[in-house]
Structures are given as C-alpha cells and as structure tokens.
C-alpha cells in the first residue's frame, strides 16, 4: 500500500545549514494494516506524514502509495490525490470554527470529484456518537467531540489510508482510548489503511505494529540526543 | 458545500468586520446610483425641455442663449421687448380680427395678413418682467394651455389639477384672470379664487397691487419650467403700470382708469349702460380697455413652424431685421448642454468611479487584513485536498459576496433616498422623479461588431461591481493561493 524509498527531506536553516530531517531508506505499510510510529518531539513524524500525505515534497526518493508514486505528481495531481486517497486527522483537530459538524466533515467531501453525500456525512457522524450534534459548531463542542468530528472528517471520502498526527495529544487520558479505538475501529470498517505517529506508549501498545522513527529515519538516529523513557512511556523532551 | 457557501461562512464568522465592509459598499454605491440617477436628472430637465412644442423662440437681437434662457427656463433677466406689430406679423387678419373682438378692442384688425403667418403653426406671446415671489410672472394668451402640446412626441398637454384656463375677457374678473405653475401654487399655498399681486421688474420690486388677478386655475406638475410660474392674462399684464410703452402722439389713445367712464362700444358694441344692467360684476371689469397696440410689447414670441423645412428661412428672414431675432431652443439647449451640463456630468461620473474604487478599497483591506488569520484555515482546507486555485476561488468569492450584497443593498437605497427626496426634487427642479426610474442610458459601441449597446448605467453596476470584486479580492487570493501549507498547519490556529 504505502512504499518508502530513499527520502529524504531537507530544510535550510536560517544560518545557511542544511538540515536533514529524514533520511528513510525503506519504510512499508501493509494495505488494511494498521501501524503506530512512534518517536520524540522533532524527530520529523509529522514531517513524514506531510510528506506522504503530498503536503510536503521530498526532496529525494519514492513515495508509493498503490504503486502511484507521488513524487512525480503535479502540485494540483497531489492535492488531487490527498482529497482522494488520504485521510488526516490533526493533533490540534483543526476544525474550521464557522462550519458545523456537519458542514465540517462535508467540507472534506469538497475538495474530491466524488458527489457530494450528506448521508454519507450524517452517517460517519452518527458512527462517532455525534448523531445528536451535528449542528453544533467546535466552540460549543468538547475536545473529544471535536476530534471525533475530525476522524469523520478524515474518512469523508473513504480515504485509502488515514494519517493520524498524535490524535490523542490534546484529549484528556480517559478518552485517549476511546479516540483510538474509534479510530482503529473505523478504519477496519471502512477498510482504510491506518498509520498514526504518537509519542505516548499507551497509545502505541493497543497496536499490534509499532515502529520507532529513529529505527527507520537515518537522520534521526544521527542527531538523536534522547532515547524513548521507558518510566514515563513518553520521549523525552516532548512537550 | 459549494465555495460560495465556503466564502458565506467566512464571511459570517467575522461579522462585524463583514458587516462594516459591506456597509462601505453599499454607502458607496447608494452614492453612486444617486449621482447617476441625479446626472439623469439634470439631463432629463434640460432634454424635456428642449422640445416644449415649438421650434423657434422670436425676441430682441441680443444673446441666443439669453432668449432660450428667459423664455423657456425663466431664468436670467428679460433683454429688450420687440414690438407688438412684430408678433403680428405671425398672424393672419382674420386672427387678428378675431383677437381684437375677443378682447373687445375697437382697433381696427391689420389690413394684411402677417409676413409670416403662412409659416406657423402657432405663434404665443410671451411678456416677462414682473414676479410672483421668487417666480416669474409670464403675460401671454390662453393658447398657451388650450391645445397646445408641450411634448408633441407624447401628446402631452398642460392639464389642471384644479379650476381651469384663464379667459382673455370675463365678465366676471375682465382681464385679470391667472393661473399658477403647480410648484408656485404648492409653494405659495395658492387656492383658487385668490387673488395675486406681482413685483414690477423684480422679486423685491414694486407691488402692483391696483390690478390683482385672480386665480382660476392651478396647473398639475407637467416636469417643464411652466410649474415655476404664474400665468396671467397678456390683456391684464399690459394694463399694469409701467407696462404700457410710452408714445409721442397726444392724439394716440391711452389704456387708464380715467378712461372707465368711457363707454366700451369696442367689438361687443355695447354700451356701458347695457353691461351694467345685464351684469353689475362687468362694469367692474370693464372699467378698463385694452391697452392699444401701438403700446404694446412682447418679449418672446414662441413659433412652432408648420414643417422643419421653413424654419432655416424663418430664421434666416427675422435676421434681417435688425430689432428681432430668431433662436433655435433645441439648437441653443443642446449647445448650453454640452459646455455647461455636460462637464458637470463628467465630474459626477469621475466622482461615482472614485467612490467605487474607495468602496473596493475597503474590500480589499478588510479581506487582506483577514489573510493573516485565516491562513491557517486556508492550510486545513489545502490539507483537506484545496487545489491553490479552489482556495483563491474561495476568497474571490467571499470578495464577490459583500461586494455584491452591499451593492445591491446600495442599490436599493440609492432609489430609496431618490424616492423620498422626490418631492424636494420636483419642487426645486421641477423635474418629477420616481425611485423606480432608471439612471440614463449608456451608449457602449463596440466598434469591432459594429454595435451600439444602450442600457441604464445602473445595469452594467452589477457586472462591473464583480469585475470590481474580483479585481479587488485578487490580491489577498493571491496571498491564500501562495499559503505554505505545512508551515500555516505548524502555526497555532
């Protein structure tokens, strides 16, 4: 489903250094398979779904996503595809604050070439347990109702595969794992490749495959400065 | 949800700053359509009256445009008088003869037919001179509100909204019979049978009160400067002191009161003895004759042509004469229009294009000034599958949307407040407006199809105010189709 091959992404700091924040040599997802990556604060998880998401380009290497390498995509083919093929929930959740829930998550659907389907939308709200909210808007909404509206928006147009930026970071502990079984369960129904970046161990343990970033990102392990605490079950250093 | 409704919601969510913005467009554009609407105005007033049913106004050589000036418009002041025997040089004897009968003259009718009455159609005086107020007194005849046509295209005639025409002669008021312009009767709060004294040469002149006329008619609003003033009788303005021209010969007869015990054995030939017992009320009126007119003098006279052809010889004969003079109205309106109206019209047109661009101004820097905010909402959508051209599309839009809704709000008010100033309108211009006329026509020629679009100018608003939107709302587009996506999505929203 999802194929990495030699990327790499390099900024340029202000100083006139060059950066390297990911140098993947080879990193594959399973279609169906659903992966936790786990990894510090600025080891680039969030760089690496931007890049397979088509929001950032690599700056070297393949990015196979159903043999369709994105990396030679036109920047509109990429946004094409991420409308299509990618679903993304943010760890700030990222909801637009004028729309409702309901406009929120059909918002997703306006960007891709298929109808436009409220039912559908009413639907995945319904599958999140927000049936009876779908009118309200984020402000009037709590945390974790606001990243289920984010996980329905993300499985809007029945997404190939969902990325899901440390989903959990901003709900509270008793609802981090209903947020990830949500997740995971939806996916499986939907039948959607799942692969989340986290920094907490909890979160990764109700995964049957984790990957450490540094393990995969040769940019990482040279500029690795911490090491996962195995106490706390968080990296070290994340805020 | 369709990119309108994207924009929508943009819009609701910053709704004061929306509001204001919309607001400044809508000011803008209610000061557009009123100047436009204003500028037709001002056109309409000089146009409609430039074909008040005759074609050639005939008075002392002097200016053109002063004659067309004082006799169409009332303005400026009356230049020298021609002579009465000039007028009737637009009249046949039998005219003649019947007008003598119909004042009850005892002057014999002329021995021929006037030079120029086989020319005319119709040929009015006009006396000017004296005022009412601020408004100007005009002696002429009862031809002028009979079947005359002051828009012949239209068929339009001078009506009354109450009482009727004056009468040269009746038994009951004589001579003295007037009626008032509906603006002067509106102002003056004029009803009929009142009786109005004018002002000699002036508006703070001296009061001709030894012969009041009184009021028989009020005319309804016809739009032309003839709602500015009163009308009264020729026969009775010329017996208002001062009005008679004076003469050498102690022989020539005299129009005054010490005349009254004369007997009037004119047209009639009856004797004074004989009106008094068939009506006591005519001696009243009959205490006066018709002044003679060999003293007479007319200001303008007012020919409309039997056909266009002989109005170039018309004008061309009267020329010669070194003590007349012929004026064109149309030629003469036209001429004013163009070196006077027409540039004040330009200076309202630049003044509405300035008003417009300030109005988009507005919309650029309220939506500019969003930008910084809303890049990060513009990174979620790009997120979300946005191509850079949907998220420009998304601020076009909302540009589009307020430019549009305060246009249209601005449109409706500007012939709103052209509905309530109406009245005031009318009253001061005479011009009648109504909030649901057009702003004038506007010739566009597309020179390349070799087409002439004419439309109001208030339909290409809507089009061109989009145009405007767009042109306006590209910048911030711009600035949200070069969002960086990542870096927008790293920044707090």
């Known amino acids: ?239 | 949800m369709s990119l309108w409704r994207i924009a929508w919601r943009s819009i609701q969510r910053r709704g004061l700053a929306s509001t204001l913005t919309a607001l400044s467009m809508a000011l803008g554009v209610t000061l557009v359509v009123a100047v436009l609407l204003i500028h037709g105005l001002v056109e309409r007033s000089f146009r409609n009256n430039s074909s008040l049913g005759y074609n050639v106004i005939v008075g002392f050589p002097g200016g053109s445009l002063q004659l067309v000036l004082n006799s169409v418009y009332y303005l400026s002041k009356p230049i020298e008088n021609i002579r009465y025997d000039q007028y009737e040089e637009f009249l046949s004897i039998e005219e003649s003869a019947a007008y003598r009968q119909e004042i009850r003259s005892d002057e014999p009718p002329l021995e021929r037919d006037g030079r120029f009455h086989m020319l005319k159609k119709f040929a009015i005086p006009l006396c000017l001179g004296d005022y009412f107020g601020r408004f100007r007194l005009v002696g002429t005849t009862c031809q002028m509100f009979e079947d005359f046509e002051y828009d012949p295209e239209e068929h339009r005639k001078y009506t009354f909204s109450e009482g009727r025409n004056f009468k040269t002669y009746s038994e009951e008021h004589g001579y003295f019979e007037c009626i008032a312009g509906s603006t002067v009767a509106r102002e003056h709060n004029l009803k009929l049978g009142q009786k109005v004294s004018a002002r000699h040469g002036d508006p703070e002149g001296d009061l001709h009160d030894e012969h009041p006329f009184t009021i028989v008619g009020i005319l309804a609003p016809s739009g032309t400067p003839n709602d500015r003033a009163v009308f009264v009788n020729i026969e009775g303005f010329y017996l208002m002191d001062g009005h008679a021209e004076p003469i050498d010969e102690d022989s020539e007869p005299t129009a005054s009161l010490e005349e009254t015990s004369t007997s009037i054995t004119g047209a009639s030939g009856r004797s004074d003895s004989d009106s008094a017992s068939v009506n006591p009320l005519a001696d009243v009126s009959l205490e006066y004759r018709p002044l003679p007119f060999r003293q007479r003098r007319v200001t303008a006279v007012l020919v409309r042509t039997v056909n266009a052809l002989v109005t170039p010889r018309l004008e061309s004969v009267i020329d010669e004469d070194p003590t007349m003079q012929a004026a064109l109205p149309i030629g003469e309106i036209f001429s004013l229009f163009e070196v006077i109206v027409r540039p004040v019209q330009k200076v309202l047109l630049a003044i509405t294009v300035l008003i417009c661009i300030v109005s988009g101004v507005s919309i650029l820097v309220s939506i500019y000034n969003s930008m910084s905010e809303r890049r990060h909402e513009i990174a979620v959508m790009r997120a979300l599958g946005a191509s850079r051209a949907v998220v420009m599309q998304v601020v076009l839009w909302e540009s589009v949307i307020l430019s549009l809704g305060g246009g249209i709000i601005g449109w409706l008010a500007g012939h709103g407040l052209i509905g309530l100033l109406g009245p005031l309108i009318e009253e001061r211009t005479g011009v009648l407006v109504s909030p649901f006329d057009l702003t004038p026509r506007l010739e566009i020629m597309i020179e390349i199809l070799k087409v002439e679009l004419g439309m109001p100018s208030e339909f290409v608003l809507i089009p061109g105010l989009i145009i405007l939107a767009i042109l306006v709302g590209f910048w911030p587009a711009l600035t949200a189709y070069r969002t960086d996506v990542a870096k927008a999505l790293n920044s707090s929203p």
């Open chain 1, 1 to 239: 489903m999802l194929n990495l091959k030699d990327v790499k992404k390099q900024y340029i700091e202000p100083n006139g250094e060059i950066l390297t924040i990911l140098d993947i040599a080879d990193f594959q997802v399973a279609t169906g398979e659903q992966m936790v990556l786990l990894g510090r604060s600025g080891c680039g998880k969030t760089t690496l779904l931007y890049v397979i998401a088509g929001i950032s380009r690599a700056d070297a290497g393949k990015v196979m996503i159903d043999n369709l390498d994105i990396q030679r995509l036109s920047e509109s083919g990429r946004d094409r595809y991420r409308a299509e093929k990618i679903g993304y929930v943010f760890q700030t959740f990222n909801l637009l604050p004028g729309f409702s829930a309901l406009e929120n998550v059909m918002l997703g659907m306006t960007f891709a070439r298929q109808r436009k389907n409220a039912q559908h939308a009413k639907r995945l709200l319904t599958r999140v347990g927000l049936g009876h909210r779908m009118t309200h808007k984020p402000t009037a909404m709590s945390v974790g109702e606001q990243q289920r509206v984010a996980v329905a928006r993300a499985l809007a147009n029945r997404p190939k595969l969902l990325l899901a930026d440390e989903p959990t970071a901003n709900v509270d502990p008793g609802n981090q794992k209903q947020i990830v079984e949500l997740i995971r369960e939806t996916c499986s129904e939907e039948n959607v490749t799942l692969v989340m970046v986290t920094h907490a161990m909890e979160v990764a343990s109700q995964f049957s495959r984790t990957v450490r970033l540094e393990e995969i990102n040769r940019a990482t392990a040279e500029t690795q400065q911490g090491d996962l605490s195995s106490n706390d079950n968080t990296v070290t250093g994340v805020p």
